[in-house]
C-alpha cells in the first residue's frame, strides 16, 4: 500500500487531525535545527522529518549533512587542509 492509499483509509472525521499532525512535523522540521547523528534524538527526528514528508531535495534535510549530495545549483563548500607544521 502506497501513501495515498493509506490516506484514503483515514476515516473523514480524523482527516483533519491527520492533515494538521503532518503539517506539525513538517513546521518542526523547518524551525527545529537537526540533532547530530550520535544523539539520542537523531531517530525521533528522522521519524517527524518523514512524517512532515521532508524528503528528496528539501533544504533542511540538506543542512545537517544526512547525505552527502549536493543540490543543483549548490557549490560545495571547500574542505581546507591542516597546515604543516614547520
Avoid at 483533519?16 to 544523539?39: G, H, N, Q, Y
Avoid at 549533512?65 to 563548500?77: D, F, H, L, Q
Amino acid at each position: 500500500m502506497d501513501l495515498s492509499g493509506f490516506l484514503n483509509e483515514i476515516p473523514a472525521r480524523y482527516e483533519l487531525w491527520v492533515a494538521l499532525f503532518i503539517i506539525a512535523c513538517k513546521l518542526i522540521t523547518v524551525f527545529v535545527r537537526p540533532p547530530k547523528d550520535s544523539s539520542c534524538l537523531a531517530a525521533a527526528f528522522q521519524f517527524v522529518s518523514l512524517i512532515g514528508l521532508n524528503v528528496g531535495w528539501a533544504a533542511n534535510r540538506l543542512e545537517a549533512g544526512r547525505t552527502r549530495s549536493v543540490p543543483p545549483g549548490k557549490i560545495p563548500a571547500p574542505v581546507s587542509s591542516p597546515k604543516p607544521k614547520a
